[in-house]
């Protein structure tokens, strides 16, 4: 044989996808949803998600040197976790904390389980339940959109309640669905948009990244959720729309509950995931101490993740009753 | 439009050949014949060195049911028989002719024509079995035993394969479209064999061209009525499983042959080998093959004699456009990597692909982030990402729980992931392995 030749199995082609371009999806697809933060909160909102961002991409890349394996942050993943993160904390976090939650969601979470694909609970989620544990007053702490605040500097609290914690309350004057629908409301960075997010998953729905199966089993649990149980003037009464364009439902319907690796693979087990995700998000903002459940639930359905995949999997070819044949 | 649930959408790259018809190659000076071109037992040679041949004739006898006849596709004179590569690695005993260049057929040809209606289907099926054919689409299982199948059986339906679902492949569909009458014919012998009045030709969407050649030839056939499915272009729409799915609803069980359900499949030169056989008293000494792939200069579709070097037959194309990185036997996304480009033709090479380096190469691996894209596409309802990670421990018990033997190596899984995994890779070791492992074990 005169010339090397590649020898191997088949198949001899592959689709030009791979990690780094779906990963790219999800940061574009994440646009929408910071630009509303800067635009409700001012260009604070920039420097903490850069502030996200970068310490994850640093604490990735120096884990990753210093036990001496390929570093690869080109695949992107670390910075979806940054903008993630930063789309889960308010404004007005210290930007140490960020650094800290930052260390925490890559390193603790998902370097300590093995790196990619193989952590099972969300790494900006972990991370915002480990900063809520830790800081919650600052994790709380919500200023009123409009507020001038530093660019770097501490904030003091200037906190404004949350639409999710008015409703609880049985305020009187509750903002409007086209305030919460465009963002102009108290809350987290990149979740307080229902239209800048709508507008990010349907990207990642055109480009194939996520499915409709989760977002939509999910939205539509709490939505029949609140809708029950969720009134003030007894059962049927709940006012769902306002419940589900509050809170971090909608980023996490779209961009946490569809995370490949913390949630089920099998069809089946996608809708009891999103199903799951939102009966726990009715049961903690209906009943539970917080009136907001959405990362709480999301990490509880991370949890037994591996037990739906078991429980789910995909029936065996020709064994579907109807069409057999002998 | 009929389908099946699952699949990929590889380029096609069809442009290339699609258009050009069959040019027939010269055959060369010297043409080897491995024994074994076919699943089953080697063939059993009949001729020695020093014999003289004529173009058809006998060389080996099929070494038991499950076997395949040998003939030489050229005259000449029998070289020896030696050990030589054959396209899947290996030194296997092969039967060398020296062509003398005459193409002196044997005398069979020159009788006049049989009309299979009234031959018995037995006499239809020993024809076949005489004249060695086999599945040209790749596989290379003997004709007659999938013509034969347990008296138990009911088939009310036949089938040719014509979804070339492969990309790059051309052959079948040229194929279509220069020799219609004698794939119908063969298609009616097969119908006549199972004493069928209706048969099925299922063609995929992105051959307009096929269907309608093949819709307006079937009308005009007659004593026969068959009938032209469009498929929707997708892959692997031409594996056996998922093809009488589409075509019938049907679905074969796990492990479950197509006689099973009640179906015959052929692919489309087997079909009109049958019907040279039957009709014309010609062995299988030719098949066509597309060239291809972006390191070929001239692509094209070459009637080839069985037996002809793919070295002889790329040099006869004019040779590489660019450098050649990787050789395939066969579509990219079952073919077979060559090490060689000395072997044969056999039986069922349907195509030869050169792949340059930009094409040929792979991206590296990443860990499985459990997209779950490979499960989407699996044609046969498996979890490929766990196969992937049970073949890479030897987990033979989880590998048996997820149905390993179900797998039927289409690459679907391994072209769609995005973190470049090679599960089929994977499962094929680790099917040898298991294969192994069961041998001691008995
Ligand atoms: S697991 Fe087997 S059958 Fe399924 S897609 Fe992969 S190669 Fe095809
Ligand atoms: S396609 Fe690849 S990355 Fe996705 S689940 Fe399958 S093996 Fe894992």
């Given at each position: 044989?005169?010339e ?15 990690l ?9 697809a ?6 509303a933060?800067c ?21 990735e ?8 394996k ?48 193989h952590?099972f ?9 480990f900063?809520?544990a830790s ?8 200023p ?9 500097g501490?904030v ?9 914690a ?16 465009l ?5 987290c960075?990149?979740e ?8 990010g ?12 199966r ?16 969720g ?5 049927f009464?709940?006012?769902w729309?306002?419940q589900?364009?509050s809170g ?12 490949y ?13 999103g ?32 037990l ?8 065996r070819y ?9 | 439009m ?21 040019v027939t190659?010269?055959p ?6 491995p ?7 080697p ?5 020695q060195?020093?014999d ?28 020896g ?5 054959h ?5 296997t005993?092969?039967?060398i ?34 004249a060695?054919i086999v ?11 999938k ?5 138990e ?30 794939l ?10 199972f ?22 030839a ?21 594996s ?8 019938t ?17 052929s692919?489309?030169?087997t ?7 039957v ?6 000494i ?21 037996g002809?070097p ?6 006869q194309s004019?040779?590489?456009?660019q ?5 395939l ?12 480009l ?6 069922s090479?349907?195509a ?6 930009s094409?040929?190469?792979?991206e590296e ?8 894209k490979c ?9 490929p ?10 987990d033979?018990e ?40 069961k041998?001691?074990g008995?």
């Amino acid at each position: 044989m005169e010339e090397k030749w590649i020898v191997s199995h088949p198949p001899h082609v592959a689709t030009k996808d791979n990690l780094s371009r779906i990963m790219l999806h999800v940061v574009i697809a994440l646009l929408p949803a910071v630009l509303a933060g800067c635009l409700v909160f001012g260009l604070r909102a920039l420097i903490v998600t850069l502030t996200c961002v970068i310490s994850c991409v640093v604490f990735e890349a120096l884990w990753q040197k210093l036990l001496k394996k390929p570093v690869t942050v080109s695949d992107l993943s670390a910075v979806v976790t940054g903008i993630l993160l930063a789309c889960n904390l308010p404004v007005s976090i210290p930007l140490w904390m960020a650094v800290i939650g930052s260390f925490f969601a890559i390193i603790v979470v998902k370097q300590f389980f093995g790196g990619l694909g193989h952590n099972f609970m969300n790494p900006a989620l972990g991370a915002r339940a480990f900063l809520l544990a830790s800081w919650a007053l600052a994790m709380t702490s919500f200023p009123a959109p409009g507020t001038s605040l530093p660019l770097f500097g501490s904030v003091d609290a200037v906190s404004a309640a949350t639409p999710l914690a008015l409703y609880a309350e049985n305020a009187e004057q509750l903002p409007t669905y086209l305030n919460l629908f465009l963002g102009n409301i108290g809350g987290c960075i990149g979740e307080t948009s229902a239209l800048a997010i709508l507008i990010g998953g349907i990207y990642l729905l055109i480009t194939k990244v996520i499915r409709l199966r989760v977002p939509v089993c999910f939205l539509a649990t709490v939505a029949l959720g609140t809708w029950i149980f969720g009134g003030h003037e007894g059962w049927f009464t709940g006012d769902w729309l306002y419940q589900l364009l509050s809170g971090g439902l909608m980023l996490g319907a779209f961009f946490m509950a569809t995370d490949y690796t913390t949630t089920p693979f099998t069809p089946k087990g996608q809708i009891y995931f999103g199903i799951g995700c939102g009966i726990i998000t009715v049961l903690i903002r209906l009943w539970g101490g917080y009136p907001e459940g959405t990362s709480y639930a999301i990490l509880l359905m991370n949890i037994v993740t591996p037990l739906i995949d078991k429980a789910t999997a995909p029936r065996r070819y020709g064994t579907k009753f109807g069409k057999e044949v002998a | 439009m009929k389908t099946f649930h699952g699949g990929v959408h590889p380029h096609g790259h069809k442009d290339a050949t699609a258009e050009k018809p069959i040019v027939t190659l010269a055959p060369p000076k010297e043409l080897i014949f491995p024994l074994s071109q076919h699943i089953g037992a080697p063939a059993v040679p009949c001729v020695q060195a020093g014999d003289a041949v004529l173009m058809g004739q006998k060389i080996a006898e099929a070494g038991g049911f499950v076997s395949a006849t040998l003939h030489s596709s050229v005259s000449g004179t029998v070289k020896g028989i030696e050990k030589r590569m054959h396209p899947n690695g290996t030194l296997t005993d092969c039967i060398i002719i020296e062509n003398d260049g005459l193409d002196t057929p044997i005398p069979e040809v020159s009788l006049p024509e049989r009309d299979f209606r009234k031959l018995s289907p037995k006499e239809c099926i020993d024809l076949v079995q005489e004249a060695g054919i086999v599945g040209m689409g790749g596989a290379g299982f003997p004709t007659h035993v999938k013509l034969s199948p347990p008296p138990e059986a009911t088939i009310d339906y036949v089938i040719v394969n014509g979804a070339e679902c492969e990309p790059y492949l051309t052959s079948d569909y040229r194929v279509m479209l220069e020799n219609s009458q004698e794939l119908l014919t063969g298609l009616a012998i097969m119908m006549h064999i199972f004493d069928l009045s209706v048969g099925y030709i299922a063609i995929e969407d992105n051959k307009p061209k096929a269907i309608e050649a093949m819709k307006k030839a079937a009308a005009e056939f007659s004593g026969a009525e068959i009938r032209i499915v469009p498929l929707k272009t997708k892959y692997p729409q031409g594996s056996e499983k998922q093809l009488i799915n589409a075509v019938t609803g049907r679905k074969l069980k796990p492990g479950a042959l197509p006689w099973q359900a009640g179906c015959i499949v052929s692919n489309i030169d087997t079909v009109a080998s049958i019907a040279r056989a039957v009709v014309k008293h010609q062995p299988v000494i030719r098949r066509i093959v597309t060239l291809g792939g972006d390191a070929m200069k001239n692509p094209l579709n070459y009637s080839v004699r069985i037996g002809t070097p793919f070295s002889y037959i790329v040099e006869q194309s004019g040779g590489f456009a660019q450098p050649p990185k990787k050789f395939l036997m066969g579509g990219p996304m079952m073919g077979l990597a060559l090490s060689s480009l000395d072997v044969p033709t056999i039986k069922s090479s349907s195509a030869i692909l050169a792949l340059s380096e930009s094409s040929a190469k792979f991206e590296e691996e990443s860990p499985c982030v459990r997209c779950a894209k490979c499960l989407y596409v699996c044609p046969m309802n498996l979890q490929p990402n766990l196969l992937d990670k049970a073949a890479r421990n030897n987990d033979f018990e989880a590998l048996e729980k997820l149905h390993i033997s179900d797998c039927i190596e289409c690459g679907s899984c391994a072209y769609i992931c995005p973190a470049k995994r090679r599960q089929v890779q994977q499962i094929r070791v680790v099917k040898g392995k298991l294969r192994n492992a069961k041998a001691k074990g008995n």
